[in-house]
């Protein structure tokens, strides 16, 4: 007795469907994981457990995706195995994120490097948001998701997302405001009395 | 700089390329989940065929969990297929063929034993 062909067939497209779905999502669930856990020896960890952990569940996640992207779905695995990371090795997000990664590797403008503390200071910002709002700004500006996707990962609803990113922004100029200090008046060059 | 606030983090926020090794080593580690499930469960089939009651209960199961094509059942799932490995390994054009090959040669196999169980 053998296995059936159309069972075989099916275990075969299931794997090719989830080998193109790891090659295409592979630098996404890399930079989330870089974002939330701040260096590339634990985002490395987090992408391998959460690709394991994708493949076991991969069978039920597209049947039951009725055809939408599954990249909500991979991004909510690293979502939770990433907070499980923090509990249970009762850390927090490093801060800065290793900036030689981060800042240089992606950035090799000049004009990035003129902005290179501006930079700095941001991502020093964001760690200071509560978690889902840093998770947000990741989705969105890392991994340019839109509100659904983000929803979908984050399991709230389009609304809810779309306030949640809006006042992740607004907290964000806040916080990079206090760090920038108090604005000086520009100096008023020969204005003075002579 | 608070109106360049989503600008820079656009900047800020810049995709991270993986390191060049680290698909090497997830595949890697797909391989060797399935090579350890198959070495577990050859532990196991030694235990459990020593008992012929258990034969066609315990055969029974990892034939079912290959019919379900699951790749959790990659747990569960390896009957005297260890010995294939290289064979399969030198057939396999990757570590999901390979996943693949290990379900089917073990699908096989359990059917073998069910097969036989049902004879005696």
Known sequence: MAVPDQTRDDKR????????????????????????????????DLTEQTFLQAYRHFERAQRESNGRPLRPWLIRIAHNLAANYYRD?????????????ALSSPHSTETLVEDREDLKRILECVQELPDDRREALIMRFALGMDNREIARALGRTDGATKVLLHRSIRQLEQLVAKAEGPTEPPALDGAGPS | MAADVESLLRLALAPIDPPAELEARVELTLTSLVEL????????????????????RQALRP??????????????????????????????????????RTLHDVGTEARKLVEESRRR
């Open chain 1, 13 to 44: 497209r299931l794997d090719d469907e989830f080998s193109d779905l790891y090659r295409a999502h592979l630098r996404d669930v890399y930079s989330y994981s870089y974002y939330r856990v701040g260096n590339h020896h634990d985002a490395e």
């Open chain 1, 89 to 101: 090795r009762s850390r927090k997000p490093q801060t800065p994120i290793d900036d030689a990664g």
């Open chain 2, 37 to 56: 499930a198959a070495e577990e469960l050859e532990a196991w089939e030694l235990s459990a065929m020593k008992d012929p009651r258990n034969w066609p």
């Open chain 2, 63 to 100: 034939a079912a969990a290959v019919v379900v094509g699951s790749a959790a059942a990659v747990g569960l799932v390896a009957v005297r297929t260890r010995g294939k490995r290289h064979r399969r390994r030198a057939l396999s054009g990757g570590v999901f063929e390979l996943a693949g």
